[in-house]
């Protein structure tokens, strides 16, 4: 059964069916569109076709929770397929010749790449990208360089996934990527409101995260699990799959119900699979709307471990704006300052020298003297604002 597109004035999210691997595309009220991840290579062409129905413009944010094949794998074709505005990762820094390509691949075609770095001269603050109609997602970790990646977990990558909660009104989703014990255990000591109506069950219900104490500040109603059939992980686990009926959520499951379909009023949200094997089922919100997600100042987590390295800042780690602003305004650039301007092969944009997007790309550039001489065969970047 094929779910339909996206209902008039509601706030609906799909959890797509990718197999082994997270995709999620969230569409407001407004018609803005932000998709989460993007499956394995070998879902692309799936996506690919799926995002076509669902999107008729550009996405206005793509988010890569973190650079692991399952998670990334599928994004070039979704970017071939209908383009983005904008692109934010963590910006944690990973050897992976395919997030390697991937980010030479977005520093071509996207716009703005950000990660989510607190709003600079407000630290204690969480970053919220408004959707229109009172609908926001605030990303609740990482906070580099507010404070320093997770790191000495299992898997850093994992542990420093984007964690983002979306809230309308009433209701609200919470998305955890590959989010890590040390993960949960650290947004459980922050003053947030991590309650949600439904949850994207991290790791793809592996048995280390969802952790009981995790789940019951949560406290879902809906829990959807995004996995194949079949893997060699044995995802969803057993423990996963008891802790989740401990808090009575009522579990939906990508190998076994296909896609799943989210829509939200505000009050209510209703979910039905597209293999139309779980009936529908309809929940009421229990968030308390207008009530902030962050429930006070969010401090920097002091060191909970003695001897745990911390990671520094990569050097190739990309200063962005504090949100996906819609008009930013450019920095000023006298001619002569001295500095070079850089634009990478391929690309319809040039960017400061000392841009980190250049450090993190190995593609071949040209180097203009003069902003002038860059203006005439490119546009301005709009990470860097050359």
Request: net charge positive; with cysteine; hydrophobic share 35%.
């Amino acid at each position: 059964m094929s779910l339909p597109a996206p209902a008039p004035g509601r706030l609906t999210v799909y959890f797509l069916d990718v197999g082994q691997g997270d995709a999620a595309l969230i569409v407001s009220p407004t018609g803005k569109t932000v998709l989460i991840d993007g499956g394995p290579p070998e879902a692309g062409t799936r996506l690919a076709a799926r995002l076509r129905e669902l999107v008729k413009q550009p996405l206005d944010l793509v988010i890569l929770t973190h650079p692991h094949l399952d998670h990334l794998g599928g994004l070039p074709a979704a970017l071939k397929a209908v383009g983005a505005k904008r692109f934010m990762d963590p910006g944690f820094d990973h050897p992976s010749e395919a997030y390697r390509d991937l980010l030479d691949f977005v520093g071509r075609e996207v716009g703005q790449v950000m990660t989510p770095e607190p709003n600079p001269s407000s630290p204690q603050t969480l970053l919220t990208v408004g959707l229109g109609e009172g609908v926001a997602l605030t990303v609740l970790w990482p906070r580099m360089p507010q404070e320093p990646f997770l790191s000495s977990t299992r898997s850093d990558a994992n542990a420093n996934s984007i964690v983002a909660k979306l809230t309308y009104a009433k209701t609200a989703f919470l998305f955890t990527g590959d989010a890590e014990p040390p993960t949960e255990e650290l947004l459980i000591q922050k003053p947030l409101d991590l309650t949600a109506t439904v949850l994207k069950v991290a790791h793809h219900g592996g048995k280390h995260s969802s952790t009981a104490a995790f789940l019951t500040r949560v406290a879902p109603q809906a829990a959807v699990i995004s996995c194949g059939a079949g893997n060699d992980y044995g995802h969803p686990s057993p423990e996963v799959l008891g802790r989740l009926e401990d808090v009575r959520a009522r579990t939906f499951r990508t190998d076994q119900d296909g896609e799943v379909m989210a829509v939200s009023d505000g009050a209510t949200v209703t979910l039905r699979s597209s293999r139309g094997g779980a009936p529908t089922t309809t929940l009421s919100g229990a968030q308390q709307a207008g009530r902030p997600v962050a429930l006070g100042p969010i401090q920097p987590t002091p060191e909970r471990r003695p001897g745990r390295a911390v990671k520094p800042e990569p050097e190739g780690s990309r200063k962005k704006p504090k949100a996906p602003p819609s008009a930013p305004a450019p920095a000023s650039t006298p001619e002569d300052t001295g500095q070079n301007f850089v634009s990478l092969k391929g690309s319809k944009v040039f960017h400061r020298e000392a841009c980190s997007t250049l450090k993190r790309s190995k593609n071949e550039r040209t180097v203009y003297s003069r902003r002038a001489d860059a203006l005439r065969e490119r546009r301005p970047a709009e990470d860097c604002h050359p």
